[in-house]
């Protein structure tokens, strides 16, 4: 069995993205917040799990002793730090930090956030061998899902991770899962955008969080974990991730800021009607998302009007997809409900979960090279595994 245990005995050097989130969050007057200061360098440089003495000249170096950052356009770049030893090789990682000028609480994040974030990856992809982005856990996993969509194909790991309890606190979760996505984009021969939270490495496009009080606050329902970082590494073959490669990243697609996704959930009662509202409160809406019942069903009697409006929708080059509510997601045209939505053209999202769903679509709508078609025809496409057709 192929082994993604790196052969290669050099140090690489990893960057990584700070946005916000918990994991960056220190006490303030008004509670936990982001608020972006050189705390969260400092918290770093001093824990000896994360940092190596010799990442310094001066051993002695301490939690109060200055921190020389630079500004790189509005971020700052934190002095380069060496893990501890991570492996049985002895090989150890550099990385940096760099900051967003803005932290930000990731239930704040927007597309245009995304794309800072995107650019940034983009721009440095030469410079670093892997990538983390530190992010919020509230829309990690979209956060993930658009990057695997951006990143898909590219040679180098892209590993999202946060936290549930900041570095500032006790029992902090964040030195953990700091320290496996700096073994994993560091250490190990693999390419492709995954989470690494609570020992584990997930797939990008296939996670949702599920929790916000267990450590384990993200799943992959319909897939199980890339990689467990257990006493033993194990790893499922089939879904590794691809090796790491000299694949540049595909070309940078800027997202549309726009709002142009609307999601919508099926309840019972729902009618054409209430569907229309939400249509036309959005005149740039480009797709919708139909959160619909067990394998994608949803009422399609003509009373209720719900599949003339969907048919508008199709008519009026809307991209609508049929995704299901269901914990574990899979949507297949096994009832008349389902097979007429197919035949007036809407999508089956299969088994996406709500966050690659919308990755996916905002991904496709912001590519003025696309005709209507070659959108609905990519849609149904696995691009990196984030849907089983
Ligand atoms: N509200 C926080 C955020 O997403 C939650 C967290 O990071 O765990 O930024």
């Given amino acids: 069995m192929a082994s993604i245990h790196s052969t290669n005995s050099s140090r690489r050097l990893i960057c990584c993205i700070g946005t916000g989130g918990t994991i960056a969050s220190e006490p303030t007057a008004g509670g936990l917040a982001p608020t972006r200061q050189d705390t969260f360098f400092r918290r770093i440089r001093s824990h000896p799990s994360l940092t190596s003495p ?6 002695n170096v301490s939690f109060s002793s200055p921190v020389h950052a630079e500004l790189v356009g509005k971020n700052v770049r934190y002095p380069r730090l060496v893990t501890p030893e991570l ?9 940096e930090i760099l900051d967003l ?14 794309n800072t974030i995107a650019s940034l990856v983009y721009e ?6 892997g990538f983390i982005i530190l992010s919020g856990t509230d829309t990690l996993a979209y956060t993930a899902a658009i990057l695997s969509f951006l990143f898909h194909s590219a040679g180098k790991p892209i590993m999202v991770t946060g936290a549930q309890i900041p570095l500032s606190r006790p029992r902090s979760d964040g030195w953990t899962n700091l320290l496996d996505s700096l073994f994993v984009t560091g250490t190990l021969d693999l390419a492709g955008v995954g989470i690494v939270f609570n020992h ?3 797939q990008g496009a296939r996670a949702t969080k599920t929790s916000p009080n267990l450590f384990g606050a993200f799943t992959t329902p319909c897939v199980p974990p890339l990689i467990n970082l257990n006493v033993k590494i194990t790893y499922d073959t089939a879904l590794s991730l691809p090796p790491r490669s000299s694949s540049p990243p595909p070309p940078l697609i800027p997202l549309l800021t726009t709002p142009t996704v609307l ?21 740039t809406c480009k797709a919708v998302i139909i959160s619909a019942y067990g394998s994608g069903n949803l009422p399609i ?14 008519d009026k080059e809307i991209l609508v997809v049929v995704i299901s509510q269901c914990a574990i997601p899979n949507v297949y045209p096994l009832y008349t409900q389902g097979r007429t939505l197919l035949s007036i053209g809407v999508l089956p999202g299969y088994d996406l979960m709500h966050e690659a769903a919308f990755a996916k679509l905002i991904w496709l709508v912001s590519r003025p090279d696309l005709s209507f078609k070659e959108k609905q025809e990519l849609f149904e496409t696995p691009i990196v595994g984030e849907m089983s057709v």
């Fill in 54 to 59: 010799t990442s310094f000249d001066d051993s």
């Fill in 87 to 95: 492996d049985d090789q002895g090989l150890s990682v550099e990385y």
């Fill in 101 to 114: 000028d803005r932290h930000l609480d990731s239930s704040e994040m927007t597309p245009a956030e995304w």
């Fill in 124 to 129: 440095n992809w030469d410079k670093y061998d």
């Fill in 200 to 202: 584990q490495v997930l």
């Fill in 263 to 283: 999601s919508i959930h099926i309840y019972p009662g729902m009618t054409g009607d209430l569907l229309e509202a939400q249509i036309a409160t959005l005149p």
């Fill in 301 to 314: 009697n003509p009373e209720s009007g719900v599949l003339q409006s969907l048919k508008r929708m199709v």
